[in-house]
């Protein structure tokens, strides 16, 4: 059974009047139907590719303080251990340059080569699905995910007992690729805990393998 989300107090300076943006992206029931159906197939990854291969040019533009504030709050408030950290969805790098500062062994990953083109040489990169990663089994100790769909067998099979998962959205529930903390321990087989907090305008959880 899930286990339950122990929420944090907010941050201080959480913004918490975010404008209507993401709840209305097609993005929303993508990452819905992707966590909770395992809708994913070789048409929908093409197109999710061809998205983000088109937006790569300026997505680093796209970077705040606000947006940032959520990854820096749950690196620093989520309690989990480094080991072998990979980010899953890395983009152009938004959340990779804070990540490199904690974290010695750390892949960058995501489905789209323009956005890894576009990403400095921060991390080892690797251009693979998330849903099927190159990874054996249990070769993670914390997988990271920065506005990024959950394929939850994937998360299941790559995380090693006692590792976890940090999954981050920097615009919180109006971030087009969201999930609650809730909706991603219910999502995730197996038995999961985590901790949850709102910093910037953004949310986060760390959850860890029970």
Same mark, same amino acid.
């Given at each position: /059974?899930?286990?339950?989300?122990?929420?944090?107090?907010?941050?201080?300076?959480?913004v918490t009047d975010l404008p209507v943006?993401?709840?209305?992206?097609?993005m929303r029931e993508v990452t819905e139907t992707v966590a909770f159906d395992a809708a994913w197939d070789s048409s929908r990854r093409a197109k999710v590719r061809?998205?983000?291969?088109?937006m790569a040019a300026d997505w680093s533009s796209r970077a705040t303080p606000e947006r940032e504030a959520s990854i820096l709050d749950a690196l620093d408030r989520g309690g989990l251990a480094g080991g072998t950290?990979?980010?899953?969805?890395?983009?152009?790098?938004?959340?990779?340059?804070?990540?490199?500062?904690?974290?010695?062994?750390?892949?960058?990953?995501?489905?789209?080569?323009?956005?890894?083109?576009?990403?400095?040489?921060?991390?080892?990169?690797?251009?693979?699905?998330?849903?099927?990663?190159?990874?054996?089994?249990?070769?993670?100790?914390?997988?990271?995910?920065?506005? /990024?769909?959950?394929f939850p067998a994937e998360v299941d099979r790559v995380v090693r007992?006692?590792?976890?998962?940090?999954?981050?959205?920097?615009?919180?529930?109006?971030?087009?690729?969201?999930?609650?903390?809730?909706?991603?321990?219910?999502?995730?087989?197996g038995s999961w805990t985590a901790t949850a907090g709102r910093a910037g305008s953004g949310l986060w959880a760390a959850v860890q393998r029970a």
């Open positions: /059974m899930p286990g339950p989300v122990t929420w944090l107090p907010d941050a201080e300076g959480t943006f993401g709840s209305a992206s097609p061809e998205l983000f291969d088109g950290v990979i980010e899953l969805g890395s983009g152009t790098g938004l959340g990779t340059g804070h990540l490199i500062e904690r974290f010695d062994d750390l892949i960058a990953l995501d489905l789209s080569m323009q956005m890894l083109r576009h990403q400095p040489d921060l991390a080892p990169k690797v251009q693979a699905d998330a849903s099927m990663l190159p990874f054996p089994d249990g070769a993670a100790d914390l997988l990271v995910l920065v506005n /990024m769909l959950l007992p006692g590792g976890g998962l940090l999954w981050i959205n920097t615009l919180g529930h109006e971030t087009p690729i969201h999930l609650s903390p809730e909706a991603v321990v219910d999502a995730l087989p």
